[in-house]
């Protein structure tokens, strides 16, 4: 079996919990997945500033824990760290923007970005850029607050969808990994795919990876 550590770049352990859930949900008897908590970050990250500091400790969690792991999966839309790693360790890295990002826009469809998180839409056009998928993505439209209840949460994510189909998107991503369940919901709202991100990732990364056995013999 696999062993995939999911690196949450805030400092919430309550999320890490929710989204190894999320995670082990979809991987199922495939792998089995541990979280990392940063300890240095916000327990949400919200700009920029927050994103880019975020990616010291990722990288470093992620460095000295790659040893014990066949995958690595970044917790944060945005990717903070997951370009270095995928450079300084051995094993599949993945993270949760480029994962989703990359199925939406398969097979050459158009995609937009539905998020909570308005101080990001930079960073994520320009994830996007970073992916070469400047060509297929629409937009990133952005609830007006962060709303209390699930059920608000999921209505506030709905119009922000409804406005990316307006814009041209024939997938929408929803940008957050703990928002994996309101996507679930969402799903059966629209005629166009909803995208979660961490089970987006962990589809994505579990191909990827070496066999434990060819890996285990890889570190002899």
Same mark, same amino acid.
């Given at each position: 079996?696999?062993?995939?550590?999911?690196?949450?770049?805030?400092?919430?352990?309550?999320?890490?919990?929710?989204?190894?859930?999320?995670?082990?949900?979809?991987?199922?008897?495939r792998?089995?997945?541990?979280?990392?908590?940063?300890?240095h970050s916000?327990?949400m990250?919200?700009?920029?500033g927050?994103?880019?500091?975020?990616?010291a400790?990722?990288?470093?969690?992620?460095?000295?824990?790659?040893?014990?792991?066949?995958?690595l999966? $970044?917790? &944060?839309?945005g990717?903070?760290? =997951? +370009?270095? #790693?995928?450079? @300084? *360790?051995?094993?599949?890295?993945?993270?949760? /923007?480029?994962?989703?990002?990359?199925?939406?826009?398969?097979?050459?469809?158009?995609?937009?970005?539905?998020?909570?998180?308005?101080a990001?839409?930079?960073?994520?056009?320009?994830?996007a850029?970073?992916?070469g998928?400047?060509h297929?993505?629409?937009?990133?439209?952005?609830?007006?607050? $962060?709303? &209390?209840?699930?059920a608000?949460? =999921? +209505?506030? #994510?709905?119009? @922000? *969808?409804?406005?990316?189909?307006?814009?041209g /998107?024939e997938?929408?991503?929803?940008?957050?990994g703990?928002?994996?369940?309101?996507?679930?919901?969402?799903?059966?709202?629209?005629?166009?795919p909803?995208?979660?991100?961490?089970?987006?990732?962990?589809?994505?990364?579990?191909?990827?990876i070496?066999?434990?056995?060819?890996?285990?013999?890889?570190?002899?």
């Amino acid at each position: 079996m696999q062993r995939i550590l999911l690196i949450n770049p805030n400092s919430n352990a309550g999320t890490t919990a929710m989204m190894v859930a999320i995670a082990q949900a979809t991987a199922g008897d495939r792998a089995t997945i541990t979280g990392a908590t940063a300890r240095h970050s916000p327990p949400m990250i919200t700009t920029p500033g927050e994103l880019d500091a975020a990616a010291a400790e990722v990288i470093a969690i992620g460095r000295a824990q790659a040893p014990h792991y066949t995958g690595l999966l $970044i917790a &944060a839309f945005g990717d903070p760290g =997951a +370009d270095h #790693l995928s450079q @300084a *360790v051995p094993i599949p890295v993945i993270g949760l /923007a480029q994962a989703s990002m990359l199925e939406a826009a398969t097979p050459n469809r158009r995609f937009a970005v539905a998020t909570v998180t308005p101080a990001l839409v930079a960073s994520i056009d320009a994830r996007a850029h970073h992916l070469g998928l400047s060509h297929l993505y629409c937009c990133t439209r952005v609830t007006p607050t $962060i709303p &209390a209840t699930p059920a608000d949460l =999921a +209505d506030a #994510l709905a119009e @922000a *969808v409804t406005r990316c189909i307006a814009d041209g /998107a024939e997938a929408a991503i929803i940008g957050g990994g703990p928002l994996a369940n309101t996507a679930a919901a969402l799903a059966a709202r629209f005629p166009i795919p909803i995208i979660a991100p961490i089970p987006a990732a962990i589809r994505r990364l579990l191909p990827a990876i070496v066999p434990a056995k060819a890996h285990e013999e890889t570190e002899k």
